[in-house]
């Protein structure tokens, strides 16, 4: 896993500009390099101006260089004789000559990577603005197709659970249709890994068409479906294996969590007694030791 001063930097990364993204990308890949240059070594190593690399140490919560060099420095301390010596997979790549006993490490170690880069790639005020909207919406619709299906039931029953008026529906013609009938104080979400699945498209660009707030999650900040979006999550950039339905669902479901947090703790008391009272409804679902 990565250590706690790249995490730092990747929290804030998604509300950097470009130049600051540039100098922290160069950051992360040369933390040892970067802990014994100056500010303006840095900047000409970044091809960047020295106020670009200020902003982005301010953006991450350091006052100036010299604070930032000197937390560099006891990080790197702390961390020498604790790091762990396995390599992270930066990708998975399966071929015939794999072994049954490699694929759960394959599994975590890829699957850490990507909730890695989608902490990289979440911006907090686009983050805040989906929490801010969905506690104002009239209604919310979820839209989505096969793989993200399992996504969207996800996030249907959690907000469900909060209490919101939010639907899914599996057919995609229904999806069109009630698209077409939202209004500027609804909610629209279209979830796509892609961000190319036709249907799920043209029901956000529907949406859009009706006045309602559109929310994407989707991998590619440039897919077809981000043209639609109001508000545009990206779990990362990259594509890591064909048969990438695995890792898609894992990045997507931690979206859904972070939604479902940020909904709780935007209004506690409410939200907390929603939670108590759906909890009371489906109690008689689950068993209990006297029936076992």
Not at 62 to 67: L, N, V
Not at 117 to 126: A, C, D, F, G, Q
Not at 142 to 151: A, D, K, L, Q
Request: hydrophobic share 35%; charged share 25%.
């Amino acid at each position: 896993m990565k250590n706690e001063f790249i995490l730092r930097i990747e929290t804030k990364y998604g509300d950097m500009r470009t130049s600051e993204q540039k100098a922290a990308d160069y950051v992360i890949q040369n933390l040892k390099e970067v802990a014994d240059m100056s500010i303006g070594h840095l900047a000409k190593e970044c091809g960047v101006s020295q106020p670009t690399i200020l902003r982005m140490l301010h953006a991450i919560g350091f006052h100036g260089y010299k604070e930032f060099r000197h937390a560099l420095i006891k990080e790197l301390a702390r961390t020498q004789d604790s790091r762990n010596s396995e390599t992270l997979l930066y990708g998975y790549s399966l071929s015939k000559e794999d072994q049954l006993e490699d694929i759960p490490k394959k599994i975590v170690t890829t699957t850490a990577k990507i909730m890695e880069e989608n902490l990289k790639n979440i911006s907090l005020k686009t983050y805040e603005k989906v929490i801010e909207v969905l506690n104002h919406a009239r209604l919310i619709d979820i839209y989505s197709v096969e793989n993200s299906n399992v996504t969207a039931k996800d996030l249907l029953t959690k907000l469900l659970y909060l209490g919101l008026n939010c639907r899914h529906m599996d057919d995609v013609y229904h999806q069109r249709i009630c698209a077409s009938n939202l209004t500027p104080q609804d909610v629209a979400i279209g979830i796509s890994y892609s961000g190319c699945s036709q249907d799920t498209v043209e029901s956000v660009k529907a949406a859009k068409k009706s006045g309602a707030t559109t929310i994407v999650i989707t991998n590619f900040k440039d897919a077809l479906i981000s043209r639609y979006a109001d508000l545009l999550i990206c779990t990362s950039q990259e594509q890591l294996f064909y048969g990438d339905a695995i890792f898609s669902r894992t990045s997507q479901l931690v979206l859904v969590d972070m939604i479902y947090m940020g909904l709780l703790v935007s209004d506690y008391e409410k939200y907390s007694k929603c939670l108590d009272k759906s909890g009371k409804v489906i109690r008689d679902k689950a068993y209990i030791d006297a029936d076992l």
